[in-house]
């Protein structure tokens, strides 16, 4: 990641944006009923589609590199392929995941390489907001489950590593692959059919995508 003259002077602001492909992912919800019945739910994604902007400042720029420090903002949608409940697979109806995240991210960038290219590294962390809206079949004649939940203010972190090619003194093509780690949460799964609250379970969320964007020095 990179950009700017042939060295940008240190507190130098930017902006950039990007977008790019969140693949899909594996994701298990754990928890039991409120009976006490265990319920494993599996629900893998498709690829998804990610975009974000960033207003970053070069904290230091030298002979060794570039240190940058950035505020983040993402949001990405993956659709559920499939609803696996204790192990069968169940008829979906219908499957989403949202995630909106909020970062401040550190980035180490390399001296340029042939004059134009930059190599970078860095990280953050931050508040996630997650919002899933699945909606499946345990059996042919039901019930429907509905898992309605969103949860905000998670915590997130991620790591981020990328190569920058200066186009101009100031404009610069980037491209980056993102991971992204979301804690603990708890997800609430309802009996559509009876209109029951029927368990409540834990997951964790994480995700990788790959991005292309562009960045301005100002």
């Keep these: 990641m990179a950009a700017a003259p042939a060295r940008a002077e240190d507190g130098q602001i930017y902006g950039a944006i990007f977008v790019g492909d969140r693949f899909g992912e594996d994701q ?3 928890g039991e009923t409120l009976t006490g019945l265990p319920r494993v739910i599996e629900s893998p994604t498709k690829d998804g ?7 970053g400042a070069v904290v230091k720029d030298a002979g060794w590199g570039r240190i940058r420090a950035e505020a983040e903002i993402a949001a990405s949608k993956n659709s559920v392929s499939r609803l696996i409940l ?3 697979e169940r008829e979906l109806l219908q499957g989403r995941k949202s995630v909106t995240t909020v970062m401040a991210n550190l980035i180490y ?3 340029k ?8 590294a860095g990280g953050g962390f931050g508040a996630a907001n997650i919002d899933y809206n699945i909606q499946y079949n345990v059996a042919a004649a039901g019930p429907t489950i509905l898992i309605p939940t969103n949860q905000s203010g998670r915590l ?7 190569v920058s090619v200066d186009i101009t003194e100031r404009f610069a093509l980037t491209a980056d692959v993102r991971y992204l780690h979301v804690d603990t949460h708890q ?3 309802f009996n559509q059919s009876a209109g029951t609250l029927d368990s409540t379970l834990k997951a964790k969320y994480h995700s990788t995508a790959v991005t292309a964007g562009v960045r301005y020095f100002f």
């Excluded at 589609?49 to 207003?55: S, T």
């Excluded at 390489?113 to 970078?120: A, P, T």
């Design 109 to 111: 960038d390399t001296p």
């Design 187 to 189: 997800v609430e799964r």
């Design 86 to 88: 204790n192990g069968q």
């Design 49 to 55: 589609v990610i975009g974000g902007a960033v207003l």
């Design 28 to 30: 298990t919800f754990r």
């Design 156 to 162: 997130a972190l991620q790591a981020i590593g990328g």
């Design 113 to 120: 390489l042939l004059e134009r290219v930059r190599f970078s």
